[in-house]
């Protein structure tokens, strides 16, 4: 079966064709500046006779956008004969709220969830639904499925999930943690098995997401316990362009020494704090680490408080866990950062942890970078969160097949 995944941004909107249960992609592509006369969609064909295409268009609004994207995968790519061959749509879909544990098949009710939960997530989930709707228009018979970043975190018990705020708040406006990342935690932690060649249901694993955004999961007996992100993605360790944890209190002193708005303060911490913010250059750690290299103080602080700040995050898991077994790196600075893993592994020798140091600076792909005597085994595994959608949408709608004979 053919499977398109989908994540739908705001104004982007990102795909991946898959061919299961091979799992093979056929396709990829992504379209940016949705809503603009200069969007720039590309798109990759795999293969030997793979080829790739980038062109700047006319995109008005999302429907627009999946025309074009149905139209890559059949018409200019070849990938398909026509859209008849797409067997199910599988959608990133950011906030869940309480409501999904696991994925689901889209129906008019878990339509109505997502837009119920936009409120905890208004940039995301009013382009997680566009995209749903925009494909209920287009291909109106294809069963969709809605991936969740927040479900694998359900499992959070309440003692971790709540906030040490009044309980009312919980109860009538559901302020609580919800965490993210959830189907990247979820796809590297099932990979761990394959790696240690252990029962993933016996570990104490520490999962470190280390993209733009980052954030850091417990995972006891395969499900997630704690998270460092909250009911929103700010929380939790510093990021690119994201503070992380904060004294609440800064919001009153700051906006009135500053005069800002509360929009405008939210935004200080979402888009020009974190590495950006401190080193005054940019958020992208590539960036960072260069000018670090070069001499610039401020870098190299940037550098050494986001370290720490993931760092002490580990600490707490330990402490939450009693223990850890495999600690994991993933996502754009997790796999692609030797220097940030080995500053964090350095100051965790009180654990037995000990990193195979050539292992760490070489190699790509999944890999183990501790010794074989270090007491935890120390990992990189990729993410792939389009792999893991495509697979629960196989799932679910194979489910719905052989219900359907
Ligand atoms: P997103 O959260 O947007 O999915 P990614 O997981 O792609 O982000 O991560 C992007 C981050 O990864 C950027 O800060 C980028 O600088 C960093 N990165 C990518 N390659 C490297 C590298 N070789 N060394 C250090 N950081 C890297």
Redesign the pocket.
């Known amino acids: 079966m053919n499977i398109l995944v989908l994540n739908c941004g705001s104004s982007s909107l990102k795909y991946q064709l898959f061919r299961m249960p091979e799992e093979n992609v056929l396709i990829r592509g992504g379209i940016e500046k949705i809503g603009s006369d200069d969007a720039v969609h590309s798109f990759k064909t795999e293969g030997p006779e793979g080829g790739e295409s980038v062109s700047t268009v006319q995109i008005l609004d999302h429907r627009e956008a999946l025309s074009l994207v149905l139209q890559a995968v059949t018409h200019d790519s070849g990938v398909l004969a026509g859209v008849e061959e797409i067997t199910a749509v599988g959608h990133r879909v950011v906030h869940g709220g309480e409501q999904f544990a696991l994925s689901t098949l889209v129906t008019e009710e878990v339509k109505a969830a997502i837009r119920a939960n936009a409120e905890l997530a208004p940039l995301h989930n009013p382009a997680n639904l566009q995209g749903i709707e925009a494909i209920e228009d287009v291909l109106p018979r294809v069963p969709q499925v809605a991936v969740f970043d927040t479900a694998f975190h359900q499992s959070m018990p309440p003692e971790h999930y709540l906030y040490p705020i009044p309980y009312v708040l919980y109860q009538r406006h559901k302020v609580r943690r919800y965490g993210f990342h959830g189907t990247s935690h979820r796809y590297v932690s099932s990979r761990v098995p394959f790696l240690v060649h252990r029962d993933l249901m016996n570990l104490r694993v520490i999962s470190c997401?280390?993209?733009?955004?980052?954030s850091v999961t417990a995972i006891q007996n395969g499900r997630s316990i704690d998270t460092s992100m909250g009911m929103t993605p700010l929380e939790g360790v510093m990021m690119?362009t994201r503070s992380g944890d904060l004294d609440p209190s800064l919001q009153e002193y700051i906006t009135r020494k500053e005069e800002l708005t509360q929009e405008e303060f939210l935004s200080m911490l979402n888009r020009h704090s974190g590495?950006f913010g401190i080193s005054g250059l940019?958020?992208?750690?590539?960036?960072?680490?260069e000018a670090r290299a070069k001499g610039s103080a401020r870098s190299a602080l940037a550098f050494d408080m986001y370290e720490y700040r993931i760092r002490k995050y580990i600490g707490a898991y330990v402490a939450a866990m009693n223990g850890v077994d495999v600690l994991l790196f993933?996502?754009?600075?997790?796999?692609?950062?030797?220097?940030?893993r080995r500053k964090i592994c350095d100051h965790l020798t009180y654990l037995g942890l000990e990193l195979d140091v050539q292992a760490n600076e070489s190699a790509k792909g999944e890999r183990i970078i501790s010794t074989p005597s270090s007491r935890v085994t120390v990992c990189v595994i990729p993410?792939n969160e389009e792999l893991m959608i495509a697979r629960d949408t196989q799932l679910l709608v194979s489910g719905l097949e052989s219900w359907r004979k």
Do not use: Y
């Open positions: 997401h280390i993209g733009n955004g980052a690119g590495l940019s958020g992208d750690m590539r960036k960072i680490t993933t996502a754009g600075v997790g796999e692609n950062s030797p220097l940030l993410t």
